[in-house]
């Protein structure tokens, strides 16, 4: 059988890291496995839809490089995709269910319900209800339902068919968590929109997915689901739950809290990939099942930052090496991941032109009036800049000196020049002049590199005196490239030209 999996979000906000992972998840584990993923979009709260939020999922997943293989505007053989336009066949389910007699209504209305849960809470019961409509007569229901009386359809947890306790990829054999869930659980709102809880078991039944991945928060939940594959005499998928991301602060992570919104990332430079690649080492842990530690196939984890490629990571995914600890996202690691992207993308001519063509709007948006923005000389600013580069938005604030003049009356610059004798910057500058007025016509990395070797020497100063004489002439700046690709990219005529304005 072909692996089917879905990601299936609320859209009740702006896609978060959360659910970029668990949807890169479901699409590592189909491609590996040759299978496919639906988009699903769970859409029965409607008192918690935001408008819009449904494009924002799509751009999010589509900026990631994460492509469904069904879903909205990718119309299969499940469709619909979303749950408000399967109510139908949820009704139908729900009435499976009340005919064989494992859910019945409920007419309690929101006061009542709350006095009741109040009076057992009062008495130490952990029920959340009494089950008072559980005991009326069908006649009576009848007369309720004809008469127009609001009602929902619960779940009779009294009368339960026998399964197998629940297993999960992750964290393995689990225990009986019945005692966790509120009292016959709500199946069907009053306003007949199902609940989560029927609403997914429906739709992963129907759509035939074989594989349910998703959040943490929903192992407790498992018990019910599995109740009601058994209930409908359904063949349950199978499950793997995610350990919960959590802030650097150890709170949760929340689309309503935090710095998390996946757009956010795209908006501030960060590479799609890297986003990805520091998602998937999240949880990313050690081999947990004590037993197969001894065998020979045991599967190991890859290192906290080891880099990866998409295809990479569908080639090393396992759901064996899932820990089962919650994972602190850090930032620290997302920057070191970035620029390593970047240096891969780098160290190719395709590569490099497509983040020249990324960067000049940012640089162009910057710096409207410089006349340095040109694909080429971008090309050779990020070559210059490899490896400092934590992001392409950085490159417009780490290296202005290569799009306008440097700024020497900034505090930066004047302190720099308070820590150098005037006497020694005059003679450096004078020198080099010189020099580099002879090397127009080679005007190349080594050959620069080897004359400031050599003026250096020759100025009988400390390497580091030298240098930061040049850095302050050329850019105004402490730290950046090497000066020798500085000169490089800022080429003969401007690099000559900042030097003789500033001779002593």
């Known amino acids: 059988m072909t692996t089917l999996l879905r990601f299936a979000p609320s859209p009740t906000g702006a896609l978060h890291l959360g659910g970029l992972r668990t949807a890169l998840y479901n699409h590592l584990y189909a491609k590996k496995t040759g299978g496919k993923w639906i988009l699903r979009i769970e859409d029965t709260d409607r008192s918690r839809a935001v408008p819009g939020a449904v494009e924002g999922i799509r751009a999010a997943l589509d900026w990631a490089g994460l492509e469904y293989d069904f879903g909205p505007e990718k119309q299969g053989p499940h469709a619909p995709y979303f749950q408000s336009e399967r109510l139908d066949l949820y009704h139908s389910y729900a009435n499976r269910l009340l005919d064989s007699g494992h859910a019945y209504r409920c007419f309690c209305s929101a006061d009542k319900l709350a006095t009741t849960r109040e009076k057992l809470a009062r008495t130490g019961s952990n029920s959340t209800y009494d089950k008072s409509c559980l005991h009326l007569t069908d006649e009576e229901v009848a007369r309720k339902v004809r008469a127009g009386e609001k009602f929902i359809v619960r779940l009779n947890d009294g009368r339960l068919p026998v399964r197998p306790p629940g297993y999960d990829l992750v964290f393995k054999n689990l225990k009986d968590a019945h005692a966790s869930l509120p009292t016959d659980p709500v199946l069907l709102k009053s306003?007949?929109?199902?609940?989560?809880?029927?609403?997914?078991?429906?739709?992963?039944?129907?759509?035939?997915?074989?594989?349910?991945?998703?959040?943490?928060?929903?192992?407790?939940?498992?018990?019910?689901?599995?109740?009601?594959?058994?209930?409908?005499?359904?063949?349950?998928?199978?499950?793997?739950?995610?350990?919960?991301?959590?802030?650097?602060?150890?709170?949760?992570?929340?689309?309503?809290?935090?710095?998390?919104?996946?757009?956010?990332?795209?908006?501030?430079?960060?590479?799609?990939?890297?986003?990805?690649?520091?998602?998937?080492?999240?949880?990313?842990?050690?081999?947990?099942?004590?037993?197969?530690?001894?065998?020979?196939?045991?599967?190991?984890?890859?290192?906290?930052?080891?880099?990866?490629?998409?295809?990479?990571?569908?080639?090393?995914?396992?759901?064996?090496?899932?820990?089962?600890?919650?994972?602190?996202?850090?930032?620290?690691?997302?920057?070191?991941?970035?620029?390593?992207?970047?240096?891969?993308?780098?160290?190719?001519?395709?590569?490099?032109?497509?983040?020249?063509?990324?960067?000049?709007?940012?640089?162009?948006?910057?710096?409207?009036?410089?006349?340095?923005?040109?694909?080429?000389?971008?090309?050779?600013?990020?070559?210059a800049l490899q490896g400092r580069t934590a992001r392409l938005s950085d490159i417009p604030a780490l290296a202005p000196f290569f799009f306008v003049e440097p700024i020497y009356s900034s505090d930066e610059a004047e302190k720099m020049r308070q820590t150098l004798p005037t006497e020694n910057y005059g003679m450096v500058l004078r020198s080099l002049i010189t020099r580099l007025q002879g090397a127009i016509s080679n005007w190349d990395i080594a050959t620069l590199s080897e004359l400031l070797h050599d003026e250096n020497t020759k100025s009988s100063l400390k390497q580091k005196e030298y240098m930061t004489i040049l850095r302050h002439a050329l850019t105004a700046m402490k730290t950046g490239p090497s000066v020798a690709d500085i000169l490089s990219v800022l080429g003969p005529e401007r690099s000559i030209a900042r030097l003789r304005a500033l001779v002593v």
């Open 191 to 383: 306003d007949s929109f199902p609940t989560y809880h029927l609403a997914s078991v429906v739709d992963d039944y129907e759509m035939g997915i074989t594989h349910v991945v998703r959040g943490e928060e929903w192992l407790p939940s498992l018990p019910l689901h599995l109740d009601l594959y058994a209930a409908l005499s359904l063949p349950p998928p199978q499950f793997a739950h995610l350990p919960i991301l959590l802030n650097p602060d150890g709170t949760k992570m929340s689309k309503r809290k935090g710095d998390v919104q996946v757009l956010d990332y795209a908006k501030r430079g960060w590479e799609p990939n890297a986003v990805l690649n520091w998602l998937a080492l999240a949880g990313w842990g050690v081999q947990h099942d004590a037993s197969a530690l001894t065998t020979a196939t045991t599967k190991q984890a890859p290192d906290s930052t080891t880099i990866m490629t998409l295809q990479e990571m569908i080639q090393n995914f396992d759901f064996s090496v899932i820990t089962h600890r919650r994972s602190v996202l850090d930032p620290a690691k997302l920057e070191y991941i970035n620029k390593h992207h970047l240096m891969h993308l780098m160290s190719s001519d395709s590569g490099l032109r497509t983040l020249a063509q990324r960067t000049q709007p940012i640089v162009k948006e910057a710096y409207p009036d410089s006349p340095y923005t040109s694909l080429t000389y971008l090309e050779q600013v990020i070559s």
